[in-house]
């Protein structure tokens, strides 16, 4: 059964310290592995698209990264306005059908 | 361009009731979505949608319906809403079935 697991559930952060977060995931057949933010009553913001072990994607202080068993969300030198909840989602096999983990709420404090 | 917009933004319903919940995309996409999000269990596929007049069950399908009529909208109805049904609702639109691309959501109660 395809499943996603993201760590930790909450991280808090001064402005300014880097860290990174977690997505381990287990699918058959990764056809594409998925990062959002999501703001406090709105709809998840898609951020990168990750299809093979060993890509990596950036935007801003963004970037992501991919093994064959999990991903990771690096966050340099946050700001406040990246407090968000982070997504990640895998798309597997023959489905159509995205699997969410519970995300991370991330806190940057100035 | 909107991209995708669900209406309406917020319902409260009694136990029974029955609503329809619309959602819109103007990026031409053919796949479309229906998600629920409970605090704790992440996002979860109800219905969805490969193209115009196709409708596929997801991961919650039960006491839920979809039509998807016209390429551009994707209804989902509840015939006779429950409690267990009181979430925050959101739709999806997809290009190539891949990156999807949410909604504002639909933040629904029933008591």
């Known amino acids: 059964e395809d499943q996603v697991t993201q760590s930790p559930e909450a991280l808090r952060l001064q402005e300014g310290e880097s860290s990174s977060l977690n997505c381990s995931y287990t699918?058959?057949?990764?056809?594409?592995l998925f990062w959002y933010r999501q703001d406090p009553g709105k709809g998840p913001e898609f951020l990168f698209t990750?299809?093979?072990a060993g890509e990596e994607k950036e935007k801003e202080r963004l970037k992501a990264t991919l093994t064959k068993k999990e991903s990771f969300l690096h966050i340099t030198a946050p700001k406040p306005e990246d407090s968000a909840t982070y997504l990640c989602?895998?798309?597997?096999?023959?489905?159509?059908?995205?699997?969410f983990g519970t995300g991370t709420l991330l806190a940057v404090q100035p | 361009n909107a991209g995708v917009t669900q209406t309406p933004k917020f319902r409260v319903l009694k136990t029974g009731q029955s609503m329809t919940l619309l959602c819109a995309q103007d990026?031409?996409?053919?796949?479309m979505y229906w998600y629920r999000q409970d605090p704790g269990m992440g996002l979860r596929l109800i219905h969805y949608?490969?193209?115009?007049?196709?409708?596929a069950k997801g991961e919650v399908p039960d006491g839920y319906n979809v039509s998807r009529l016209k390429k551009q909208n994707f209804l989902l109805g509840l015939e006779s809403a429950a409690p267990s049904q009181t979430s925050v609702y959101f739709c999806?639109?997809?290009?190539?079935?891949?990156?999807?691309?949410f909604g504002p959501g639909t933040r629904l109660t029933v008591l």
């Open positions: 999806a639109s997809s290009y190539s079935g891949l990156e999807q691309f």
């Open positions: 699918v058959s057949g990764l056809r594409g």
């Open positions: 990750l299809y093979s």
């Open positions: 989602a895998v798309l597997g096999g023959a489905t159509n059908k995205l699997i």
């Open positions: 990026m031409n996409h053919e796949y």
């Open positions: 949608s490969v193209g115009e007049g196709t409708t």
